[in-house]
């Protein structure tokens, strides 16, 4: 069987409050024209299929287009939700999709079969694992011992009671403990919401969502397949592909890419202004694609911005790397800034303003409190 393992959509989503919809269309175009060329059997997305839990008008009608394009090259779609997603909404009419091998996670409530396909081989066991938090996988199973989001995940797999001398994959949204991030994802308070990648011993493949860059944990069996666009600043480098996933008989499992063109690119600039907005040096690059501008004149040039989007329109973001600038801070110092969590910039503000660092215990208590805040949205 050939599998799309897919991810982090993100439909809805804006850069710099730019609609994004066209770009995701296109890619999504190109998602399922690789599919109907590569003969794909089966299709699953692992969470944040929209940006918002109440997805607009526009990213719903262009998630549909996408399942009739799939269905209609009879692939079979198997998706469950992430953080982003309303489980609840993201599953409504799930019943009738299934007449259309249209295969949604519900939100969770402890009891998860396994959605099974077949092949020349046999029955594939496709686990479906919606974004969960210790607190709901213990409201179903108050006897387990469940403290943490691995306690979480093990439980809840176990519950499953998946039989690993059959083929088995996982579907699932989660931080793996290891998996690398960029600024574009969701930061769990003190590194909470981790979990050990060992509870997916046992399944062929695990198909995991949330993380934005394509990457494997332990073994490409365990894999992050990231976003297909790139949603910031910190994703420049990402290379963004379709990750492909083959099962023969058991135990025979081959993880393959194919790259992925986007609309429009996400590039970054560095140099001075009257550099910057000469012909010559700007007259070959593709002025649609999203920029980031980073001057390194000694003095601020008046009106830059608006000066340079004359030249690169959907230029995002204007910085400048001088010696006033790293006076302060270096730039990857400002970026590391906007990523700390907030336990740490709490930290951070309370030790400035009261001259002394957190306890151990008021650090504890600040971190229970901003989760249990978190969890509460």
Do not use: W
Not at 225 to 231: F, H, I, R, S
């Amino acid at each position: 069987m050939k599998i799309f393992h897919l991810s982090d959509l993100h439909l809805g989503k804006k850069l710099n409050e730019q609609p994004l919809i066209e770009d995701q269309e296109f890619i999504l175009n190109q998602i399922a024209e690789e599919a109907r060329k590569n003969k794909i059997d089966a299709v699953i997305i692992a969470g944040d299929i929209f940006d918002k839990s109440i997805a607009t008008v526009e990213a719903l009608g262009l998630f549909e287009e996408f399942l009739k394009k799939l269905v209609s090259f009879k692939i079979k779609v198997l998706i469950i939700s992430g953080n982003h997603d309303s489980a609840e909404r993201l599953s409504f009419g799930s019943d009738f999709m299934e007449a259309s091998s249209i295969f949604i996670s519900p939100a969770y409530d402890g009891k998860y079969p396994p959605v099974t396909l077949t092949d020349e081989y046999g029955e594939i066991n496709f686990y479906l694992l919606p974004f969960i938090k210790p607190a709901v996988v213990r409201h179903f199973f108050p006897e387990e011992n469940i403290e943490s989001y691995t306690d979480a995940v093990r439980s809840a797999i176990k519950k499953m009671n998946p039989d690993f001398s059959k083929r088995n994959v996982m579907a699932a949204h989660q931080f793996i403990t290891g998996a690398g991030r960029c600024e574009s994802e969701e930061v769990s308070v003190g590194g909470l919401d981790n979990v050990d990648a060992s509870v997916f011993d046992g399944f062929d493949y695990t198909a995991l969502g949330h993380i934005h860059g394509p990457q494997n944990i332990g073994s490409e069996k365990v894999r992050y397949c990231g976003t297909p666009l790139k949603y910031s600043f910190s994703e420049i480098n990402h290379k963004k592909s379709i990750t492909v996933v083959e099962l023969k008989e058991k135990g025979n499992v081959t993880v393959s890419e194919i790259p992925l063109v986007p609309l429009r690119d996400m590039k970054e600039l560095k140099g001075k202004y009257d550099e910057l907005v000469l012909r010559e040096n700007y007259k070959d690059k593709n002025l649609d694609d999203f920029y980031r501008i980073i001057l390194t004149d000694e003095d601020d040039v008046p009106d830059a911005l608006g000066k340079l989007k004359m030249i690169y329109k959907n230029l995002m973001r204007l910085d400048y790397d001088n010696l006033r600038t790293r006076s302060y801070h270096s730039t990857s110092e400002i970026n590391m800034e906007q990523r700390a969590d907030p336990a740490e910039l709490f930290a951070k503000f309370y030790e400035n303003r009261n001259v002394e660092k957190l306890s151990d215990v008021q650090r504890d208590f600040v971190i229970q409190l901003i989760e249990e805040i978190r969890s509460e949205l």
